[in-house]
């Protein structure tokens, strides 16, 4: 485990250099020497006082498999809270619905869709992020 600085927190306080065992802190080139930096210090982490600089671990583990029951019941939960983002969303068009009642359904809408997609995630899916695959999955949907 070893620091890293990101630059555009950092407000050259230059605490770091202070507090460093090993000088691998560098204001010149803003960097900090990650084969000088002591694994897991931290000192410069907490003398920091813009939070410019963070840990970053060597080795990452390896994900855990995900249960396919657990998997399963994720699946259920995702088609009810797309069918209530549905219903909210219903709601939300309605003109004859009080103005008040048509908010709490758009945020109810969207708060159907985040637990949706954390649901998705968390089962395994990887799920899209830019308005392209989106339309593009809207598409195959629809044909």
Do not use: W
């Not at 460093?20 to 920091?48: E, F, M, Y």
């Not at 498999?65 to 983002?85: F, G, H, R, V, Y």
């Not at 619905?97 to 949706?116: E, N, Q, V, Y």
Request: proline share 5%; charged share 25%.
């Amino acid at each position: 485990m070893y620091a890293r600085r990101n630059l555009s927190l950092c407000t050259k306080d230059c605490l770091c250099l202070f507090v460093c065992p090993t000088g691998a802190t560098n204001t010149a080139t803003g960097q900090i020497d990650s084969k000088r930096c002591l694994d897991g210090c931290r000192l410069c982490v907490d003398a920091c006082p813009s939070h410019a600089i963070h840990l970053v671990l060597d080795n990452y583990p390896e994900p855990a498999l995900k249960n396919p029951e657990l998997a399963s019941l994720l699946l259920i939960l995702i088609q009810s809270k797309t069918d209530q983002e549905a219903i909210a969303e219903n709601v939300a068009g309605d003109e004859d619905m009080a103005p008040g009642a048509r908010r709490l359904a758009r945020a109810l809408k969207i708060s159907c869709r985040i637990l949706a997609e954390d649901g998705a995630r968390e089962a395994g899916y990887m799920l899209p992020q830019c308005q392209a695959s989106r339309d593009l999955l809207e598409s195959l949907k629809n044909n």
